[in-house]
């Protein structure tokens, strides 16, 4: 139900757009995570926004270069990547959770319901 786009091959120092489509009616209450697995390595949290307020969060890795932002008209969550390093190279995933997050619980993995396929996202000259 969750449906990510606008990954692909950027040069170190560009920029991306990702975008999450969550067609439910309910998706003002929902809060919408960004997760990213690179090769070997465990999903982590990148970023969030509540429904609650729109409150948001980073991690540490990517606060100041990525912005998240919800069109809740559109259904649609976005993930503004900028200054992408190579070591953002990941799979990109969006996930949802009907229940409020806060900023020590946003970027746990058990309880977001809903998870989309994934997009890739590789940053290389």
């Known amino acids: 139900q969750l449906v990510e786009s606008g990954g692909g091959l950027v040069q170190p120092g560009g920029s991306l757009r990702l975008s999450c489509i969550f067609s439910?009616?309910?998706?003002?209450?929902?809060?919408i995570g960004w997760f990213r697995q690179a090769p070997g390595k465990e999903r982590e949290g990148v970023s969030c926004i509540s429904a609650k307020d729109g409150s948001t969060y980073y991690s540490d890795s990517v606060k100041g270069r990525f912005t998240i932002s919800r069109d809740n008209a559109a259904k649609t969550v976005f993930l503004q990547m900028t200054i992408l390093k190579p070591e953002d190279t990941a799979v990109y995933y969006c996930?949802?959770?009907?229940?409020?997050?806060?900023?020590?619980?946003?970027?746990?993995?058990?309880?977001?319901?809903?998870w989309g396929q994934g997009t890739q996202v590789t940053v290389s000259a």
């Open positions: 996930a949802a959770d009907f229940s409020f997050r806060g900023p020590t619980t946003w970027h746990e993995i058990p309880g977001y319901d809903y």
């Open positions: 439910k009616d309910t998706f003002d209450y929902y809060t």
